[in-house]
């Protein structure tokens, strides 16, 4: 019987060759791939895509312009993302702690080891794990892996967990299956959204799915 990485290592290779890289995640900037984290809560990139070119039509995609930026503007800014009034908050937390405790220096706020970074990026207030990790795996370039809904609802389907497991208990299966390495870390998860977006879908899209070989079962519940 395969073990997990063996597992692991072949659903990376079977998505690897039907999707080719993903070039994710997109941004032009560490700062800028952070504002998208926080952004990307709950909403499509698509979306996320249009708030950050209003900032960078205002000229805003800095710490120091944005953390200026009144919370009733820096709300009607990232109104494409939605959630805005609540999303303008939680960028204000990451960017008082970036201003003021990193003195603006973004290099400065990703320093560290991962689980130094991870600690500073829970403590802010909106920042949840997968944020963290997205920021520390995109923005930073340290191996962690992010886990997302397209992640449990593949893991769960392919019987690798059980239902009630938990963000840390996803994370731990692939970090302690796989390399510690940044760049597979990234092309993986870019795969897995990429699988939950055209076929691992709430209802599942089997037939054709470049995992549909491997052992599942659908619950149409996850």
Known sequence: MPSTAEILKSYYDALYERFGPQHWWPGETPFEVAVGAVLTQNTNWRNVEKAIGNLKREGLLDPVS???????????????????????????????????????????FLSGAVDELRQRLVSIRGVGLETADSIILYAAGKPTFVVDTYTFRMAVRHGLVFEDASYDDMKSLFENSLPADTQLFNEYHALIVRLGKEFCKKRAVCSGCPLEPFPHTVEETV
Do not use: M
């Open 66 to 108: 944005l953390h200026a930026v009144p919370r009733e503007r820096l709300a009607e800014l990232i109104r494409p993302a939605g959630y805005y009034n609540i999303k303008a908050d939680r960028l204000h937390n990451l960017l008082t702690v970036i201003v003021n405790d990193c003195a603006a220096d973004v290099d400065i």
